[in-house]
């Protein structure tokens, strides 16, 4: 990319790019647990859950990505935050991906958290993967045949973990 990709929090006027961004991805049903089905009510309360903050990926005018950052846990697990990150599909393999997932980690050092947490990383969305581990985070757990894959069954979800404080 030769333009300046720009991460900043969303808006209610960016409602309509991010649900562009969302429905291909929530309907293929293949790496979130959003309901395929749930439209974009459905997929706005699975993106937007309770305690999350939004981000958008805008490149000259247009949003190529979205992304949340929320605490993972309440009480005693606040001090670890979660995350998720979705692109369009025209910006996949530019880089959207790997700058939302910078950005994520340093806005959770920018608020605190001491480690990011992903809790359900279905096992065949092996680029997400691939691109997580190359940022640090590890597999700290498999859950054999969590997640019914519309083309390949029951796979495996993974439980991801990176510590901040290093």
């Known amino acids: 990319m030769t333009a300046q990709l720009t991460i900043r929090p969303a808006t209610p006027e960016d409602d309509d790019a991010i649900w562009a961004v969302l429905k291909p991805a929530i ?71 790997r700058a939302l997932l910078a950005h994520s980690l340093e806005e959770a050092r920018t608020r605190g958290f001491r480690a990011m947490q992903y809790n359900f990383v279905v096992s065949t969305n092996t680029r997400a993967i691939d691109t997580w581990e190359r940022a640090g985070f590890q597999i700290a757990g498999r859950l054999p045949g969590a997640f019914l894959h519309p083309q390949q069954g029951y796979v495996d979800a993974l439980v991801m973990f990176r510590t901040l404080t290093d």
């Open 27 to 97: 309907e293929a049903g293949d790496t979130f647990t959003a309901d395929p089905n749930g439209g974009r009510e459905g997929g706005f309360a699975y993106w937007r859950p309770a305690g999350a903050s939004n981000f958008v990926a805008e490149l000259d005018g247009e949003i190529l990505g979205t992304s949340y950052l929320k605490p993972n846990q309440k009480g005693g697990g606040t001090h670890v935050c979660n995350a998720g990150y979705c692109t369009a599909p025209q910006a996949r393999g530019k880089g959207v991906a």
